[in-house]
């Protein structure tokens, strides 16, 4: 079974400056790749996905991950942050191989942008 | 385009009642899935229904069920409540591919006392 470690339960970090979160997901022959984001009292929303091809990966709000699978890891990177990326951040990975749609998460990433 | 709708957003049971969930997804998808999420085990796929049909399932007990109606909408339905099972339930819809986007749903909060 899939499994999926994100290393940094919290991430505090100032306005502006670059972050990255990190991820790291147990091998397999081949897999899908998400980057979600939940903000308080709300459901999860794609950041971005990797299914094939680049490994460097642009999703939305300025966010993007890089695809790495000698090291099986897929860290997320934002240049310059705001206040308002305060959230949680979820890595999650499926196995294509099966077809299943089952995500399998990590357990979280919890992003403080202080002013 | 409307998103996921989940009713209700929050409810309260006792241990020992049963509960029922539930989901509707975005027009024209037919896949929806669920997921239990706690401060203990985070995030945990429970199940997924394409087309009226149980298409996957997630590693939980029996007390844990759900169906898919023609419309594609959902209900998830937990019998014999224990206080473990207080959670964040998210619905998630999709068209149904490995490879297409999973729409989240507000969730439901249930908190078993």
């Known amino acids: 079974a899939q499994s999926v470690t994100q290393l940094d339960s919290q991430v505090p970090v100032f306005e502006e400056a670059p972050v990255e979160l990190r991820c790291n997901y147990s091998?397999?022959?081949?897999?899908?790749l998400f980057w979600y984001v939940q903000y308080p009292n709300q459901g999860l929303q794609l950041l971005l996905k990797y299914l094939s091809g680049s490994t460097l990966v642009k999703g939305i709000n300025g966010f993007e991950a890089e695809f790495n699978k000698s090291q099986t890891s897929f860290h997320l990177r934002k240049p310059s942050v705001h206040i308002s990326d305060t959230a949680e951040y979820f890595c999650a990975v499926s196995d294509p191989d099966t077809g299943r749609r089952a995500l399998t998460f990590g357990s979280g990433t919890r992003l403080q942008v202080q002013p | 385009k409307a998103g996921v709708t989940q009713t209700p957003r929050y409810l309260i049971k006792t241990r020992g009642q049963q509960v029922t969930l539930s989901c509707s997804p975005i027009s024209g998808h037919r896949s929806v899935s669920w997921y239990q999420q706690t401060p203990g085990q985070g995030l945990q796929f429970l199940f997924e229904?394409?087309?009226?049909?149980?298409?996957n399932k997630g590693n939980f007990p029996g007390r844990f069920s759900g169906r898919q109606f023609s419309n594609s909408r959902s209900e998830m339905n937990v019998s014999t409540l224990e206080l473990g099972d207080s959670a964040l339930y998210l619905c998630?819809?999709?068209?149904?591919?490995?490879?297409?986007?999973?729409?989240f749903g507000p969730g439901t909060r249930l908190t078993v006392t």
């Open positions: 998630a819809s999709s068209l149904g591919t490995a490879t297409d986007e999973q729409y």
């Open positions: 229904y394409f087309s009226e049909t149980q298409r």
């Open positions: 091998s397999s022959v081949s897999v899908y």
